[in-house]
C-alpha cells in the first residue's frame, strides 16, 4: 500500500476525532455531578434555619420542625460504626503489610476486595439476621455493625497499601536497635503511615455517613430523640429517603435541606482527605 | 514487598527484653496473633454470611425450589412468592446502564491516562471519583425531583419520536421506570468504571506506547495497538466491577425505577428491582415466609455479586500484575 498524503490525513483526523470524543465523554461524565450539586444547593439551601438544627419533626400535616434527630443519630452512627470497624480494620492492615505475603495473607486480601463489592442492602439484611432478629428490636448498635462492615475492607487495604509505603530502612533500623517488632510495627511504621491512613479512613467515613440502604433494617429510624444506643435511631439518609417519597411539600422542602447538610459533610470530607494527600505529597 | 526482607532478618533471641525461651506469651507473638485474628475477621464475615443468608432463605427455598427465580407471581396475601419481574429489572436497569456508562468511562480512562496534561490530571480524576462520593440516596432525590419529570417532558417524548418503531421506546411517558433507573446507575457507576479502566491501562509499559510512536503511530494508534490489546482483561474486570455495583444498588434505583413488579419490554414502563422489593418490603413484612422469600432475593443478589466480584478481581489483579 502506498502511503499517501490523504491516508495520513485521514488517520491524523481520526486521532483527533477520538481524543474528542474522549473530552465529551469526560464533560458527559462531570454534569450529572454539577447538576445534583446545584440542585441540592438551589433547592436545599433555602430551607437552612436554626430550628432545622435544633428541632425535632413536626407530625404530617404540621409545617416546620427539623432535624436534630437525625443529625445527632448520623453522628452517633458514625462514631459507633468508626469504633467498631476501624481498630480492626487497621489491624488487619498491620497483618496483611507486616505479615501476610503468605497464601492466608492472599486470601484476606482478596476477601477484603470481594466484600467491598457486596451491595450494602445485603449487609443490612445479613445485620438484620445476626442482630435484630436475636435481640427483637431495631438499634443503633446493629446499623453501627453494618456500617463497620462496609469499612471494614476499605481500611484495611488502606492500612496495607499505606504501610507498604514505609521504607524496609526504618523497620530494620528499629529492629537492629533492639526495638522488638510489635513495638517497631506501633511506634515507627504505622506512625510515620499515619496521616495516609487518617486519610483512607476519613474517605471511608465520608462513605458510610451516606448510607441508607443498610440502616433501613438496622438502625430503621426514630421520629424523637433516641435514648440510648439500644433504640431505633434516625439518620440523616434515610430521613431523606423517607421525606422524598412521601406525598407532602414541607417534607420535601426538608428532604432537600437535609441533602444539602449531607452533601456538604461528605464534601468537606473528601475534599480535606485530597489536600490532606497533597500536603503530604509536598 | 515490606515483610519479605523481614522474614530473612535474623531476630536475635531476647531482643524484645524479656523473652526467655519458657515464657509461652512473648508480646510480639501475641500482637502478630493479635493482627492476624482481625484478618481472619474479613474472611469469617463473608463466610458467616453465606451461611446466615441460606439459612434464612431456606423456608423460601424448600417452598418454591426453582420456580422462585422462574414464575413471576409475588402475591404476600396468599404466601406465593416468585422473583423473575425483580431479577429481569435488576438485569435490565444495570445492563442499561452498563450500555450508557462502558462507552463513557472507558472515554474518560482513555483522556485522562493518555491525552489529559498532567496538571489536569489530578483534579479531572477527583472530580470524577467525586461522583462515586455523592450518597445513594442524594442521587435518588434528584432523580425524582428533576431527572423524572426531564425525562417525561422531554427525553421520553423524543426517544419516542424517533425511535418509537422499537418495543422499548413505546407506551405512555412517566419518568419513573427502566430508564430513569438505567442512567441513574449509568451515573453511579461511571466513577467505578472510569478509575479502574485509569488504573488498568496506567500499568501498560509506557515503553510499549513509545515503541508505537516511534514507528510513526499517532496518539489514539498507539492507545489502539499498545494500551488496549494489554489492558484487555483489566477492562474487563473494570466493566463487571461496574456491574456489580449497579446490579446491588438500592436507594437510587428505588426512588426511579417505578416500583411496580411487571415484566415489560418498554423502558419507560415502571419496573422493580431485587434490592428495591428487599429495601421497600423488608421491614413491613409479616409471616415467616414473606421473610425468608426476601431474603432469598437478598441471598441471590449476594451470591451473584460476589461471583462477579470474585472474577473481576481476579482479571484486575492479573492484568496489572502481567504488566506491572
Known sequence: ?282 | MASSNLVAFPRPEGANGLSTKKSLVRPDTLFGWLTAGFAALIVAVIVVMVLQMTMASKASMAAFGWRFITGSNWDPVRDEFAALPFIYGTLVSSLLALAIAVPISIGVAIYLSEWAPAWLRGPLGFTVELLAAVPSVIYGLWGIFALAPFLREVLEPALGKVFGFLPFFQGPHQGFGMLAGGIILAIMITPTIASVSREVMRAVPSILREGALALGATKWEAVRVAVLPNAKSGLLGAVILGLGRALGETMAITMVIGNRAEVSASLFAPGYSMASVIANEFSEATGDLYLSALAEIGLLLFAVTLILNIVARLLVWRSSKVTA
Not at chain 1, 49 to 76: R, W, Y
Not at chain 1, 117 to 122: A, F, K, Q
Open chain 1, 1 to 282: 500500500m502506498i502511503a499517501s498524503p490523504y491516508r495520513y490525513q485521514l488517520r491524523n483526523y481520526t486521532d483527533r476525532i477520538v481524543r474528542g470524543a474522549c473530552v465529551v465523554a469526560l464533560i458527559l461524565a462531570i454534569i450529572p455531578l454539577g447538576l445534583v450539586l446545584y440542585y441540592v444547593t438551589a433547592h436545599g439551601i433555602g430551607g437552612i434555619d436554626l430550628n432545622f438544627f435544633t428541632k425535632l419533626p413536626t407530625p404530617v400535616g404540621e409545617n416546620g420542625g427539623g432535624m436534630a434527630n437525625a443529625i445527632s443519630g448520623t453522628l452517633e452512627l458514625v462514631a459507633l460504626a468508626s469504633l467498631f470497624g476501624i481498630p480492626p480494620g487497621i489491624l488487619a492492615g498491620i497483618y496483611l503489610s507486616e505479615y501476610g505475603d503468605k497464601t492466608f495473607g492472599r486470601l484476606v486480601r482478596f476477601s477484603a476486595d470481594v466484600m467491598s463489592g457486596i451491595p450494602s442492602i445485603t449487609i443490612g439484611l445479613f445485620v438484620y439476621a445476626l442482630i435484630v432478629m436475636r435481640v427483637k428490636h431495631f438499634s443503633a448498635i446493629a446499623g453501627a455493625v453494618a456500617l463497620a462492615i462496609i469499612m471494614l475492607p476499605t481500611v484495611t487495604r488502606t492500612t496495607e497499601e499505606l504501610l507498604r509505603l514505609v521504607p524496609d530502612a526504618l523497620r530494620e533500623a528499629a529492629l537492629g536497635l533492639g526495638v522488638p517488632r510489635y513495638k517497631t510495627t506501633l511506634r515507627i511504621v504505622l506512625r510515620t503511615a499515619l496521616p495516609g491512613i487518617a486519610t483512607g479512613i476519613m474517605l471511608a467515613i465520608a462513605r458510610v455517613a451516606g448510607e441508607t440502604a443498610p440502616l433501613l433494617f438496622t438502625a430503621f429510624s426514630n421520629r424523637f430523640w433516641s435514648s440510648s444506643v439500644n433504640e431505633p435511631t434516625a439518620s440523616l439518609p434515610v430521613q431523606i429517603y423517607t421525606y422524598a417519597v412521601s406525598p407532602y411539600e414541607d417534607w420535601h422542602r426538608q428532604a432537600w435541606a437535609a441533602a444539602f447538610v449531607l452533601v456538604a459533610i461528605v464534601l468537606i470530607l473528601n475534599l480535606s482527605a485530597r489536600v490532606l494527600v497533597r500536603n503530604k505529597v509536598r
